[in-house]
């Protein structure tokens, strides 16, 4: 198949063309041509207004539910949403049943995600069956085609065991990658501990036990001079304590959602268990903190923390709602909503260079003679999710029928081309 991609801006600051507007002609699956005014003849053209094209974007922390709980997402469906969303790559958790903590689960993981458009990346277990008691074999699984190593939704507790999870992924240059939350402090909150729980009358999961968890893997990481990505950071102490071991010259990346910079806990007051996620959603001081560091490049990656969940764990009270929101398809126009004067360079950069570099992706970008891995996407035109287009098997989002800022026009993956 021939594609040509007219009159693009180019936001890849691996490319030569970075900056600048050009013709782009990709036959095969790979780019034969970059140039000013390309009269190639082709099955497919790709114009309009305003489009920007870069690397592929990445997601690093989705939940696609296979094996095991196939009834709130599966590879196949997970994968029609990431592409929905401009995602070339996800990364998925190893929260499934069995759990991706052996050598066969990463490999059913791989097999079954190779007929899709996106790569399907999946994140070994730091632990057995994510058990936080003995740590699995990450060599074999990475040897299988692990990408990286979490227990996922249930971040490692254990001090010494994850002290050894770091040591060991040194070996092969493997990353660690946690939420940061301790499940020992606030265990039975539901929100944010602060004003607006008092308000609503619901338990509270205060912001020390985010930040005490991230300053105990730091040091940690620390001792190990390994590599760790936190994922999910709600507070703006989490990210000043993140910033601070960056400058020590640590190996440590962080990652924020999108809905952590649209909502703040003041946004429960309608009990909207769509708001129920984990971490929670903190103060207004902390949302606007988050943003700000977004803006100083104090972020390294957007997360869209995809986590799909049925109907029967979201339409009930709010204490008996399970967390999570699904946001692959959303992720984009939600944060590009909130912070419209970010430049493409600047998207590019979060939702797909540094996650390349961080994870040791391929980042050919794009170049004459490459692999065209690319997203073309336009931050002026709009995105509505609706019933209609909703890829997911789930249906927990907030933002249902909200037109956002912000739409992904095309992406080109594995020879594959996919108009939206």
Same mark, same amino acid.
């Given at each position: $198949?021939?594609?040509?991609?007219?009159?693009?801006?180019?936001?890849?600051?691996?490319?030569?063309?970075?900056?600048?507007?050009? %013709?782009?002609?990709?036959?095969?699956?790979?780019?034969?041509?970059?140039?000013?005014?390309?009269?190639?003849?082709?099955?497919?053209?790709?114009?309009?207004?305003?489009?920007?094209?870069?690397?592929?974007?990445?997601?690093?922390?989705?939940?696609?539910?296979?094996?095991?709980?196939?009834?709130?997402? +599966?590879?196949?469906?997970?994968?029609?949403?990431?592409?929905?969303?401009?995602?070339?790559?996800?990364?998925?958790?190893?929260?499934?049943? *069995?759990?991706?903590?052996?050598?066969?689960?990463?490999?059913?993981?791989?097999?079954?995600?190779?007929?899709?458009?996106?790569?399907?990346?999946?994140?070994?277990?730091?632990?057995?069956?994510?058990?936080?008691?003995?740590?699995?074999?990450?060599?074999? $699984?990475?040897?299988?085609?692990?990408?990286?190593?979490?227990?996922?939704?249930?971040?490692? /507790?254990?001090?010494?065991?994850?002290?050894?999870? @770091?040591?060991?992924?040194?070996?092969?240059?493997?990353?660690?990658?946690?939420? *940061?939350?301790?499940?020992?402090?606030? +265990?039975?909150?539901?929100?944010?501990?602060?004003?607006?729980?008092? /308000?609503?009358?619901?338990?509270?999961?205060?912001?020390?036990?985010?930040?005490?968890?991230?300053?105990?893997?730091? %040091?940690?990481?620390?001792? +190990? =001079?390994?590599?760790?990505?936190?994922?999910?950071?709600?507070?703006?102490?989490?990210?000043?304590?993140?910033?601070?071991?960056?400058?020590?010259?640590?190996?440590?990346?962080?990652?924020?959602? *999108?809905?952590?910079?649209?909502?703040? %806990?003041?946004?429960?007051?309608?009990?909207?268990?769509?708001?129920?996620?984990?971490?929670?959603?903190?103060?207004?001081?902390?949302?606007?903190?988050?943003?700000?560091?977004?803006?100083?490049?104090?972020?390294?990656?957007?997360?869209?923390?995809?986590?799909?969940? %049925?109907?029967?764990?979201?339409?009930?009270?709010?204490?008996?709602?399970?967390?999570? $929101?699904?946001?692959?398809?959303?992720?984009?126009?939600?944060?590009?909503?909130?912070? *419209?004067?970010?430049?493409?360079? =600047?998207?590019?950069?979060?939702?797909?260079? &540094?996650?390349?570099?961080?994870?040791?992706?391929?980042?050919?970008?794009?170049?004459?003679?490459?692999?065209?891995?690319?997203?073309?996407?336009?931050?002026?035109?709009?995105?509505?999710? $609706?019933?209609? &287009?909703?890829?997911?098997? !789930?249906?927990? !989002?907030?933002?249902?029928?909200?037109?956002?800022?912000?739409?992904?026009?095309?992406?080109?993956?594995?020879?594959?081309?996919?108009? @939206?």
């Amino acid at each position: $198949m021939k594609v040509l991609l007219s009159k693009v801006f180019i936001a890849d600051e691996s490319s030569p063309y970075n900056q600048s507007v050009q %013709d782009i002609f990709i036959e095969n699956g790979v780019i034969k041509s970059i140039a000013v005014n390309i009269n190639e003849q082709a099955d497919e053209i790709i114009a309009g207004d305003n489009l920007v094209v870069s690397q592929g974007w990445v997601d690093i922390f989705s939940h696609f539910n296979e094996p095991g709980f196939e009834f709130k997402e +599966t590879i196949t469906s997970g994968s029609a949403a990431a592409l929905s969303g401009g995602y070339t790559d996800v990364f998925v958790l190893p929260n499934t049943n *069995p759990t991706l903590s052996t050598k066969a689960q990463i490999e059913f993981i791989k097999n079954k995600g190779s007929n899709n458009a996106v790569n399907v990346l999946p994140i070994g277990a730091v632990t057995k069956n994510i058990e936080g008691k003995d740590l699995a074999e990450m060599y074999d $699984m990475y040897n299988s085609g692990a990408i990286a190593f979490s227990d996922g939704l249930t971040p490692v /507790q254990n001090s010494g065991l994850l002290l050894k999870a @770091l040591q060991y992924v040194k070996a092969f240059g493997g990353t660690i990658i946690q939420m *940061p939350v301790d499940k020992s402090i606030g +265990t039975h909150g539901l929100m944010n501990e602060g004003i607006a729980s008092t /308000q609503l009358g619901l338990a509270g999961i205060p912001a020390i036990a985010e930040e005490i968890i991230i300053k105990r893997d730091i %040091d940690l990481l620390r001792y +190990t =001079q390994s590599k760790l990505h936190i994922t999910g950071v709600s507070t703006a102490k989490g990210i000043q304590l993140i910033n601070e071991a960056k400058q020590e010259g640590l190996q440590i990346t962080c990652s924020v959602t *999108p809905y952590h910079l649209y909502f703040c %806990d003041e946004d429960l007051k309608e009990y909207d268990t769509n708001l129920k996620v984990n971490p929670p959603l903190r103060t207004k001081e902390d949302m606007l903190a988050l943003r700000k560091a977004v803006i100083d490049g104090n972020v390294d990656c957007i997360a869209s923390h995809h986590f799909p969940q %049925d109907i029967d764990n979201k339409i009930c009270e709010f204490e008996a709602a399970k967390n999570g $929101m699904i946001g692959l398809q959303t992720s984009f126009a939600v944060f590009n909503e909130v912070l *419209p004067e970010l430049s493409v360079e =600047q998207i590019a950069n979060l939702f797909t260079n &540094n996650a390349r570099k961080i994870f040791g992706l391929d980042s050919s970008g794009i170049n004459i003679n490459a692999q065209a891995t690319v997203t073309v996407f336009n931050k002026t035109s709009s995105t509505v999710l $609706m019933k209609e &287009n909703n890829k997911s098997l !789930s249906a927990n !989002s907030p933002f249902f029928n909200q037109s956002l800022k912000g739409k992904v026009i095309a992406v080109i993956n594995k020879g594959l081309l996919k108009r @939206l």
